[in-house]
């Protein structure tokens, strides 16, 4: 799951390794990631979201095919491969998470999915 929602089952594919997409934001990119400050900001133009416990990822959507590139700009698609995103052309920079049965994140099920055996990949993806 990519927080916010925006991330459903869909058809859609990966962009082989070495395509490039057509968008105006081309991998790699930064994430837009949190500052610390001494209090938060007030006012009707800010919003709030929760701390995930995940990977910060970027997905780059071009028709029916996608990218997910990560914080550091490393591509992500070959260790999630059942994520799906709707088609359509827009960046997404969000937190990959897995939900665990008591509902939270469970980021150690994550940290497996980082794995060099494309089998145990698949195994943990289902």
Same mark, same amino acid.
Request: no cysteine.
């Given at each position: !799951?990519? /927080? =916010?929602?925006?991330? &459903?089952?869909?058809?859609?594919?990966?962009?082989? /390794?070495?395509?490039?997409?057509?968008?105006?934001?081309?991998?790699? $990119? #930064? @994430?837009?990631? *949190?500052?610390?400050?001494?209090?938060?900001?007030?006012?009707?133009?800010?919003?709030?979201? @929760?701390? %995930? +416990?995940?990977?910060?990822? $970027?997905?780059?959507? +071009?028709? #029916?095919? %996608?990218?997910?590139?990560?914080?550091?700009?490393? @591509?992500?698609?070959?260790?999630? @491969?059942?994520? &799906? %995103?709707? /088609?359509? &052309?827009?960046?997404?920079?969000?937190?990959?998470?897995?939900?665990? *049965? +008591?509902?939270?994140?469970?980021? =150690?099920?994550?940290?497996? &999915?980082?794995?060099?055996? #494309?089998?145990?990949?698949? !195994?943990?993806?289902?």
């Amino acid at each position: !799951m990519l /927080s =916010g929602g925006l991330l &459903r089952p869909a058809a859609a594919s990966q962009l082989p /390794s070495n395509a490039t997409v057509s968008l105006p934001l081309k991998p790699p $990119i #930064e @994430p837009q990631l *949190a500052r610390s400050g001494k209090e938060l900001p007030l006012g009707d133009q800010w919003a709030y979201e @929760p701390k %995930f +416990d995940g990977f910060r990822a $970027i997905a780059f959507v +071009d028709g #029916e095919q %996608f990218t997910i590139q990560s914080r550091g700009g490393k @591509p992500l698609e070959r260790y999630f @491969p059942e994520l &799906r %995103f709707p /088609s359509g &052309r827009y960046v997404v920079d969000g937190e990959i998470v897995i939900d665990a *049965a +008591d509902g939270h994140e469970d980021f =150690g099920a994550l940290q497996q &999915r980082i794995h060099p055996a #494309e089998s145990r990949i698949n !195994m943990l993806a289902e």
